[in-house]
């Protein structure tokens, strides 16, 4: 059970080097049916990633590079008139992929951001009043650059809480950036990457990540980190139920990509600030970071699992 996803991180480390806790992060959302917002500077591998993911899946990919004169119908397709057949025929969107690279999303409009909102929620996108299902798998991965803010438009809330983490891969060390650039000369590129898994093993993998168990004590402390976020002096407006359900679905990927069938609390509290963080809209001139930081520190955590780790069996990793 675990070899799909052991084939799936060694084909990502051919094109991706380091960044191994970022590659697992991505890894979840994928396997947890979520979307992933990277929150970084240009040029330190985002759309990388991205290709080799969906090369590695032998999925569709898609990119998007969103400007401020980008069309909602851009994004999800249009109706266009055939002169031979003398009727209108429906002309797919980019969104019609298994992995959709959406590039500095906050450079678009509220109106075009907000033609993701159906098709990230809801898998399917409705034009002139009919519904189309895209292909499933489907990954969204929204890039915006933290630093830059001429020419931008900041995500709705309705937006952000469509993601299920985000995260920033962030600048690689001496020996990575060496490596990368050896790698390069050598002729390793996302080109000759091979595809290593199928689309309906991503699915097989998805329905185990469901069957990771999660019990009482952790999920009471899923509800107690969230609620923490509403009842906050510093918060303006707290996680939404969509973020709990989003923090157990993570923690159960997370678990599953440990190599475990069970979640413990610990999971919980690594991922939250990934799942957590985008969701929480701070008072004027804070910095949410912080506020989930603090929050994590004070929310107890709920006794050690050990016994649970005893009785359940593993997937072989040890």
């Given at each position: 059970?675990?070899?799909?996803?052991?084939?799936?991180?060694?084909?990502?480390?051919?094109?991706?080097?380091?960044?191994?806790?970022?590659?697992?992060?991505?890894?979840?959302?994928?396997?947890?049916?979520?979307?992933?917002?990277?929150?970084?500077?240009?040029?330190?591998?985002?759309?990388?990633?991205?290709?080799?993911?969906?090369?590695?899946?032998?999925?569709?990919?898609?990119?998007?590079?969103?400007?401020?004169?980008?069309?909602?119908?851009?994004?999800?397709?249009?109706?266009?008139?055939?002169?031979?057949?003398?009727?209108?025929?429906?002309?797919?969107?980019?969104?019609?992929?298994?992995?959709?690279?959406?590039?500095?999303?906050?450079?678009?409009?509220?109106?075009?951001?907000?033609?993701?909102?159906?098709?990230?929620?809801?898998?399917?996108?409705?034009?002139?009043?009919?519904?189309?299902?895209?292909?499933?798998?489907?990954?969204?991965?929204?890039?915006?650059?933290?630093?830059?803010?001429?020419?931008?438009?900041?995500?709705?809330?309705?937006?952000?809480?469509?993601?299920?983490?985000?995260?920033?891969?962030?600048?690689?060390?001496?020996?990575?950036?060496?490596?990368?650039?050896?790698?390069?000369?050598?002729g390793h590129t996302v080109a000759e990457l091979e595809p290593c898994i199928s689309l309906e093993e991503v699915d097989f993998l998805r329905q185990q990540c469901q069957g990771v168990r999660v019990e009482e004590p952790t999920q009471q402390y899923i509800v107690n980190l969230v609620r923490a976020t509403r009842e906050d002096s510093e918060v303006t407006l707290g996680v939404s139920p969509r973020g709990t359900v989003a923090l157990q679905r993570a923690a159960q990927a997370w678990a599953f990509l440990q190599g475990r069938e069970y979640v413990e609390p610990d999971d919980v509290k690594r991922l939250a600030p990934h799942v957590l963080t985008h969701r929480v809209i701070p008072l004027g001139g804070r910095r949410s970071a912080p506020i989930v930081g603090r929050i994590l520190g004070e929310v107890p955590v709920p006794g050690s699992q050990g016994d649970l780790g005893r009785k359940a069996s593993t997937w072989g990793l040890g």
């Open positions: 059970m675990r070899e799909p996803i052991e084939r799936l991180i060694r084909n990502l480390n051919q094109t991706i080097v380091g960044k191994h806790e970022p590659i697992q992060l991505v890894l979840v959302a994928l396997l947890s049916g979520g979307h992933v917002l990277l929150e970084d500077v240009p040029g330190v591998g985002k759309t990388l990633l991205a290709k080799s993911l969906a090369k590695s899946i032998a999925g569709k990919f898609q990119r998007i590079q969103c400007t401020p004169d980008l069309l909602p119908t851009d994004l999800t397709g249009t109706n266009i008139w055939n002169p031979q057949s003398r009727e209108f025929e429906f002309l797919p969107g980019p969104v019609f992929a298994n992995v959709l690279l959406a590039d500095e999303v906050n450079r678009a409009t509220p109106r075009t951001q907000s033609a993701l909102l159906e098709v990230m929620e809801e898998q399917q996108v409705t034009t002139d009043g009919v519904s189309r299902s895209v292909p499933r798998p489907f990954f969204v991965i929204a890039t915006q650059n933290p630093i830059e803010y001429q020419g931008t438009f900041p995500l709705p809330e309705a937006q952000m809480d469509r993601f299920l983490l985000s995260l920033s891969l962030g600048y690689p060390s001496s020996e990575e950036e060496l490596q990368m650039i050896q790698r390069l000369q050598s």
